[in-house]
């Protein structure tokens, strides 16, 4: 690796953080080293056609243009990635600037550095994919989402193109390359440097059928029946309206619809089914009196109300996966307005898909970070449901988490509640209670817990003062 890229790399941090946590992520790692090592010839040879899928902060994308590449398309699943890239870009641009030109006049055929460009995509999609013959990827942990990305690229991109997949050796698998083999001709593994190899994959198969993902499945579980059943007196009172939700989503189950990096896949994972369980104890919104709010926020950053919300109930998602919890909200409450948020593209494309397969129609769906960017004034959702993830690739980290839960805090009215299920080794009660307000247990096996907040703006040491 040149002088140069070393520098560029030497810039970068784990946006949001600044990389002083002991414990904390790494801006750039061995295999992101390793794959920019690997890429350099191709990259000098093809500049203007360069791919790069899964980058964490930016290492492997700026890493490319400082290399030499001309124009680099990126996708990143999740939203705080894009963030960190894009916080990253800007923090070593002048450094990149440099680098770029200097690794465009050593090219074989010297260049001006001009034109340096970089286009992010928020979705797997051909756009993405046309005409490249370099691709870059940190190997997801998912052998579904590894099945959807190198399918895209044997489809879309040009026959000549090289894959090259890294990632670090504990993490990997035999039916990676596997996964590769069906749709590629030629696969094979780089030696492994610093625990970290490569698998290179080239000569896209040409008698390979439809694209796997979207999956779609249908949920007949007990746990789902009973959920999407609305409780007695839904509907009705001087705040309903007519039903939001026909179609399939029936008391004959519920049609789930998964892209290839949605957790759990287009089933029912046990967490999720723990909270189901509990629904006959979800409030009936139904039963509540609403009234017009109002944001006291500033109105230029505040994001612009749903239409409505001053009359109908507003029950979101938070962390919405494939949308079974957000399909269930709509089915389940008919006169309630639905908000699914994720940080995940494919988790937002598998819930618009399930929501539309199931008729709910009063629904939304936003891709933030922890539902940070949701169209409604604080103080105002009746219900928040919450299954938070508790990894972070391969690692365990609880820090979206806690961001769920002060969002919760933050979009709840007084009185309104957070219904959160999580590993029941994580003890969330007090951290919960200091981000909404009492929290009980609800029910709890030896993995997961169920726990119901209940907003309190004031509470009795803020009244008295102490």
């Not at 247990?441 to 004031?458: E, G, I, N, W």
Request: charged fraction near 20%; proline fraction near 7%.
């Amino acid at each position: 690796m040149s002088p140069e890229v070393d520098a560029v790399l030497a810039r970068l941090v784990p946006h949001p953080e600044d990389g002083s946590r002991a414990d904390g992520p790494v801006a750039v790692d061995a295999t992101d080293r390793l794959l920019l090592d690997e890429a350099r010839a191709l990259i000098q040879e093809h500049p203007s056609d360069v791919v790069v899928i899964g980058d964490r902060f930016g290492a492997l994308t700026l890493g490319a243009l400082a290399s030499g590449a001309l124009r680099v398309r990126a996708h990143q699943d999740a939203i705080t990635a894009e963030a960190a890239l894009e916080a990253n870009t800007r923090h070593a641009g002048r450094t990149l600037w440099a680098a770029h030109a200097r690794a465009s006049a050593d090219a074989p055929v010297p260049r001006e550095p001009a034109g340096m460009g970089l286009t992010g995509h928020d979705r797997l999609e051909p756009a993405l994919f046309a005409g490249a013959r370099l691709v870059l990827l940190q190997l997801p942990t998912s052998l579904a989402e590894l099945t959807e990305i190198a399918e895209h690229v044997a489809r879309y991109a040009d026959p000549s193109v090289t894959l090259l997949a890294g990632g670090r050796v504990k993490h990997m698998t035999h039916a990676m390359n596997d996964v590769l083999g069906a749709s590629f001709a030629q696969v094979g593994a780089s030696l492994a440097r610093q625990k970290s190899r490569l698998l290179i994959a080239r000569e896209p198969r040409s008698d390979v059928g439809p694209l796997t993902y979207p999956v779609t499945s249908r949920l007949t579980d007990p746990e789902i029946l009973a959920a999407i059943t609305p409780p007695a007196g839904a509907g009705s009172g001087a705040a309903a309206v007519a039903p939001a939700a026909t179609g399939n989503g029936t008391p004959g189950g519920l049609t789930v619809v998964a892209h290839g990096a949605a957790f759990a896949g287009a089933t029912l994972d046990h967490g999720t089914r723990f909270l189901l369980a509990q629904a006959h104890r979800w409030p009936h919104l139904s039963d509540l009196q609403f009234t017009p709010v109002s944001s006291t926020s500033d109105t230029s950053e505040a994001p612009t109300p749903v239409p409505g919300m001053d009359v109908h109930p507003v029950a979101v998602d938070l962390g919405s996966g494939t949308g079974i919890l957000a399909t269930v909200l709509g089915l389940r409450y008919p006169n309630a307005h639905v908000l699914a948020s994720d940080r995940s593209a494919a988790a937002c494309a598998s819930t618009r898909a399930t929501l539309t397969a199931n008729g709910v129609r009063a629904a939304g769906v936003v891709r933030d970070d922890a539902g940070a960017l949701l169209p409604i004034p604080d103080g105002s959702a009746d219900l928040v449901l919450l299954n938070p993830p508790f990894h972070d690739r391969a690692a365990l980290s609880t820090d979206a988490a806690h961001r769920m839960f002060a969002t919760a805090g933050r979009i709840l009215r007084e009185g309104g509640e957070l219904w959160t299920v999580f590993n029941t080794p994580l003890h969330y009660r007090r951290a919960l209670e200091r981000a909404v307000g009492p929290t009980e247990h609800v029910a709890q096996d030896p993995r997961f817990t169920v726990t119901r907040s209940v907003r309190k703006l004031l509470t009795d040491m803020s009244v008295t003062g102490g």
